[in-house]
C-alpha cells in the first residue's frame, strides 16, 4: 500500500483541523469554559499522536492491554465508575457515528498505510474525544462522581448530534488531500474462511435449537459475487484469526465491567463488586446490557452470528422476566460474556440440555427461589451467588470446566437453603400435627354422627345429632381427646338417647330405662351448654325427648320417622376450600383445607419436600413457598417462605386439584434457559410472517 508523499503535511493539518473544529464543537455546546475545552482539545490531540506515531500493534491481545489496563489499575470507586462510563460514552458514539466514521477509518488505513489498524483506534474517533473529556476530569480534580455524570450525559447528547457532520468535514478535507478509502478485502488477514455450516434441523423438545433454527432461516442471502472477496468482512468473521480477535475484544469488556459488575482483584471483597449503586439499599436498578452480534461488528450473514444473537433473546427473554428478582438478573448479566465465548467454541450449549454453562444459570435461579423480587444484593444468597459469578469471570478463557465446579458449589448453596428452610419448618411441625388431630378427630365425629342417622331416628332428634351433637363432641374431643373417658361418655349418649325411643315391652327394659335416662339427661344437658344452644330450645328438645321416651313405654313406633329414609345431612360433600389461620407465640400457620373431612388423592403426589410451589390460596394472592414436611397420614403439606414469613398448611387435595388446574405450579427443576427459548420462541414464531 503506497503512502501519500505528503502524509506528514495532510496528518498535521488533519490533526489540526480535528482539534480546532472539535474546540468550536464544544463551545458552541455552551456546556464548559475556555480551560475545559483547551482540556479535551489537549487530550484528544495527544491521542491522535498517539495512534500516528504507533507503526504497528504486537496482536490483539496487546491492543487489549492498552485498552483496559488503566481502568484495571484503578481502585477509587469513583474513578473506575467513570472510566466505566467514558467507555460506554466510546461505544454508544461509535455506534451513532456510522458510515461517515467508517470511511474516514478507511482513509486513515490509506494514509497510515495500516492495514492493521483497528476501527476503534481511529485518530479521530469517538476514543479520541472521550480521551479528551477524562483528560478534563483528571484536570478539574475537585468535583463529585454525580456532577461529573451528568456533565458526560449531557456530552453524550450533544455529540450524538454533531458528531456526524464533524467526521464529514474530516472526510472531505482528506479526500481533497488524495487520500483514498482503503478497500475492505485488505484490513483483515484471514488465516482459513471456514465454510458455512448447515444447521441441523431440532430435536423435538429442545427449544433453544428450534430458536438457532429459525433464526438461521432468516439469515440474509450473501450477495453475488462476495465470494470473490476471500478477505472480505464475512469471511474474516468466520477465520480462527477473527474468532480469537472477537474473544479478546469480549474479554476486554469484560475487565473493564461494560456488561455486567466489574471486580477489580484486590480492590473489593469478594463477591462485592465495585459498584455502589448496585450494592444500595433499595436502589433502582438499570435495564442490563444486552449483547448482540451487530454491536459487536459481526454481520448477519455470518453464522456466528446466529449462536450471538440467540443468546441476546434468550438473556432478553430472562432480564424481561416479572417472577426474577433484580438481583439475580443483574448476576446473569454479569455472566453474559463468559457464556457467549462458552457458545463461541462449543455449540454443544445449544443442544445439551446438561451444558454446565447452562446448568449455573439454572442453578442461581434455583438457589433464588422464594427471594422476594426486590431482595438486597446484600441478602446472604444474591452475595453468595455474586462471589460464585465474579470467580467465574476472572476465570481465563472459554473451558466450560469452571462452569461444572461452579454447579457443584450451587447445589450445596441450594442443599444448605433447604436444610435451613427444613429446621424452620420444624417450629410449625406442631401446629400441623394440631391440624392432622383435628382431621382425625372430625373424621372420628363424623363416623359416630353417621353411624347414629343410619339407625333412622327422628327428624327433630337427627337434626339435634347432627348440630348440636356433632359441635359438642367436637368440643370435647379438643379439650380431653377421643379415646377420653369424657369423649366416651358423649358417645355412649348417643347410643344411649336411640335405645331410649325404641319400644319398651318388657319389664326389664322398662326398669333400665328409668335408670339410664337420669345420667343421659345429665349429659345431653352438659353436652347442649357446651355447644352453646340457648336454654329455650335445650327444654324444647328434652320435652321432644320425654314424648318420645313415653311413646316407647307405651310399645309404640314413633309416627314422625315411619317410612323415612336415613339422615346424610352434611356428610355427601366436603364443601367448598376454606381459608383460616393456627396462631402459637409468634408463628401463624395459615390453613387452606375442607370444612368437612377429605381424603388425600389416590395418586401419588407430584412434588416432595424441597421443591418450591406457587400456589393461589383462599385470598387469592400467589404465594411462593418451599415443601417443607408432608403429613404421614393426612398428607397436608406445609408451604414455608422464611423471606416472607408465609407459612401454610394445604389440604393435598386442593392442592392437586390447583396444580392441574394451573393455579399451582412446581417451580423447583425448571430450566432457566429452556423456559426463556421457548418464549422467545413462541414470539419470534408468532412474529414470522411479519
Keep these: ?62 491492543e487489549v492491554d492498552g485498552l483496559t489496563a488503566s481502568r484495571i489499575t484503578l481502585l477509587a470507586e469513583d474513578d473506575l465508575e ?116 448447515e444447521i441441523p434441523a ?22 453475488e459475487g462476495a465470494a470473490a472477496f476471500s478477505g472480505g468482512a464475512a469471511a474474516s468473521l468466520l477465520s480462527q484469526s477473527s474468532l480469537e480477535q472477537l474473544m479478546f475484544r469480549l474479554e476486554a469488556l469484560e475487565r473493564v465491567g461494560r456488561f455486567g459488575p466489574p471486580v477489580i482483584p484486590g480492590s473489593a471483597p469478594a463477591g462485592e463488586p465495585m459498584m455502589p449503586a448496585l450494592f444500595a439499599e433499595g436502589s433502582p436498578s438499570a435495564a ?37 428478582p433484580d438481583a439475580l438478573k443483574a448476576i446473569v448479566s454479569s455472566l453474559q460474556i463468559k ?15 446438561a ?74 411441625l406442631p401446629l400441623l400435627e394440631q391440624l392432622d388431630r383435628q382431621d382425625a378427630l372430625v373424621t372420628r365425629v363424623a363416623q359416630t354422627i353417621r353411624a ?24 370435647i374431643g379438643r379439650e380431653a381427646g377421643p379415646d377420653s373417658p369424657s369423649w366416651q361418655e358423649y358417645a355412649a349418649a348417643i347410643d344411649g338417647l336411640l335405645w331410649s325411643f325404641q319400644p319398651k315391652t318388657a319389664a326389664e327394659d322398662r326398669k333400665q330405662l328409668a335408670q339410664r335416662v337420669p345420667p343421659m339427661l345429665r349429659t345431653l344437658k352438659a353436652g347442649m351448654e357446651r355447644a352453646g344452644l340457648p336454654s329455650g330450645e335445650q327444654e324444647a328438645f328434652l320435652d321432644t325427648c320425654f314424648q318420645l321416651q313415653t311413646q316407647a313405654l307405651r310399645a309404640t313406633a314413633s309416627a314422625d320417622n315411619a317410612g323415612v329414609p336415613p339422615v346424610e345431612a352434611a356428610l355427601q360433600a366436603p364443601g367448598r376450600p376454606v381459608g383460616g389461620r393456627l396462631q402459637s407465640g409468634d408463628l401463624v ?24 410451589i406457587s400456589t393461589a390460596l383462599g385470598d387469592g394472592a400467589t404465594r411462593s413457598g418451599m415443601v417443607g414436611h408432608v403429613s404421614p397420614g393426612t398428607q397436608r403439606v406445609l408451604l414455608l417462605n422464611p423471606e416472607s414469613g408465609f407459612a401454610a398448611a394445604v389440604h393435598p387435595a386442593i392442592l392437586d386439584r390447583q396444580l392441574r388446574d394451573g393455579s399451582a405450579e412446581i417451580r423447583s427443576g425448571r430450566s432457566l434457559f429452556e423456559l426463556a427459548a421457548q418464549r422467545v420462541l413462541g414470539q419470534a414464531g408468532g412474529n414470522s410472517g411479519n
Excluded at 480546532?20 to 491521542?47: E, M, N, T, W
Excluded at 347414629?452 to 368440643?475: S, Y
Aim: hydrophobic letters at 45%; proline letters at 8%; glycine letters at 6%.
Design 589 to 612: 400457620l395459615l390453613t387452606f383445607d375442607f370444612p368437612e373431612p377429605h381424603s388425600p388423592p389416590a395418586r401419588p403426589p407430584a412434588y416432595a419436600p424441597g421443591d418450591w
Design 202 to 223: 431440532a430435536p423435538a423438545g429442545n427449544a433453544l435449537e428450534g430458536l438457532q433454527q429459525l433464526l438461521a432461516a432468516r439469515l440474509p442471502a450473501m450477495p
Design 355 to 428: 451444558h454446565p454453562a447452562r446448568l449455573v444459570l439454572d442453578r442461581m435461579a434455583q438457589a433464588a427461589l422464594g427471594l422476594p423480587l426486590d431482595v438486597s444484593p446484600r441478602h446472604p444468597v444474591c452475595r453468595r451467588l455474586f462471589e460464585l459469578a465474579s470467580h467465574l469471570r476472572l476465570e481465563a478463557g472459554s473451558d466450560p470446566g469452571p462452569f461444572a465446579a461452579t454447579v457443584g458449589e450451587l447445589d450445596a448453596l441450594i442443599a444448605s437453603r433447604h436444610e435451613q428452610i427444613a429446621a424452620e419448618a420444624a417450629r410449625y
Design 82 to 197: 467513570l472510566g466505566i462510563r467514558l467507555d460506554n460514552l466510546t461505544a454508544r458514539l461509535f455506534e451513532n457515528s456510522g458510515d461517515s466514521l467508517w470511511k474516514l477509518h478507511l482513509r486513515f488505513v490509506t494514509l497510515l498505510r495500516r492495514p492493521d489498524l483497528p476501527k476503534s483506534d481511529n485518530p479521530v474517533g469517538p476514543k479520541s474525544i472521550c480521551r479528551g473529556l477524562d483528560t478534563l476530569f483528571a484536570a478539574a480534580g475537585a468535583g463529585s462522581l454525580d456532577d461529573k455524570l451528568n456533565l458526560l450525559d449531557q456530552f453524550e447528547a450533544y455529540l450524538r448530534q454533531n458528531l456526524p457532520g464533524l467526521y464529514a468535514e474530516l472526510n472531505a478535507f482528506l479526500e481533497k488531500a488524495g487520500i483514498d478509502a482503503a478497500q475492505p478485502a485488505i484490513i483483515t488477514a484471514p488465516d482459513s474462511p471456514t465454510q458455512a455450516r
Design 339 to 353: 457464556v457467549l465465548k462458552v457458545a463461541m467454541k462449543d455449540s454443544a450449549l445449544f443442544t445439551d440440555s
Design 1 to 62: 500500500m503506497a503512502m501519500h508523499s505528503d502524509s506528514f503535511e495532510v496528518l498535521r493539518n488533519c490533526r489540526a483541523l480535528f482539534v480546532r473544529h472539535l474546540g468550536a464543537l464544544l463551545q458552541d455546546s455552551h456546556l464548559v469554559s475556555g480551560p475545559a475545552i483547551a482540556a479535551v482539545q489537549d487530550g484528544a490531540g495527544a491521542y491522535f499522536d498517539e495512534v500516528v506515531a504507533t507503526d504497528k500493534r504486537g496482536s490483539f491481545a496487546d
Design 452 to 475: 347414629a342417622l343410619h339407625k333412622n331416628p327422628p327428624e327433630a332428634i337427627a337434626r339435634f345429632l347432627d348440630g348440636t351433637w356433632r359441635q359438642a363432641m367436637l368440643d
Design 288 to 324: 442490563p446490557k444486552i449483547i448482540r452480534s451487530g454491536e459487536l461488528g459481526i454481520p448477519k450473514t455470518a453464522t456466528e452470528s446466529v449462536a450471538i444473537d440467540t443468546l441476546a433473546m434468550i438473556f432478553e427473554a430472562i432480564f424481561a422476566d416479572p417472577e426474577l
